[in-house]
Nanobody
Framework: QVQLVESGGGLVQTGGSLRLSCAASVSIFNLNTMGWFRQAPGKQRELVAAITGGSINYGDSVKGRFTISRDNAKNTVYLQMNSLKPEDTAVYYC?????????????????WGQGTQVTVSS
């Protein structure tokens, strides 16, 4: 089984930046898809960003502000968050899947981290 551990969350003012990290217990070469999701109280979980091979997708609300990247040598995926807004406040979850992307879309992500809180104050 794969363990995913998020870090880097915290409290930041509007317009500030944070970088979230997701450390995997296996080589991320074996993980076809990695993504970041977030969930605010009373709201549904939403996609923030996902990377599959050379393809990257962002949620509409974060395009132009957030960047997903990975460091294969460190088995770590990052989410750089800039120009933060109060509506970005949520628990952010790292997710990964070793299966083919079609299976991921059909069945959901295989592995999930525990989440890290991001709070943006005005």
């Amino acid at each position: 089984q794969v363990q995913l551990v998020e870090s880097g969350g915290g409290l930041v003012q509007t317009g500030g930046s944070l970088r979230l990290s997701c450390a995997a217990s296996v080589s991320i070469f074996n993980l076809n898809t990695m993504g970041w999701f977030r969930q605010a109280p009373g709201k549904q979980r939403e996609l923030v960003a996902a990377i599959t091979g050379g393809s990257i997708n962002y949620g509409d609300s974060v395009k132009g502000r957030f960047t997903i990247s990975r460091d294969n040598a460190k088995n770590t995926v990052y989410l750089q968050m800039n120009s933060l807004k109060p509506e970005d406040t949520a628990v952010y979850y790292c997710a990964a899947d070793s299966r083919d992307p079609i299976t991921t879309m059909l069945m959901g992500y295989e592995f999930w981290g525990q989440g890290t809180q991001v709070t943006v104050s005005s």
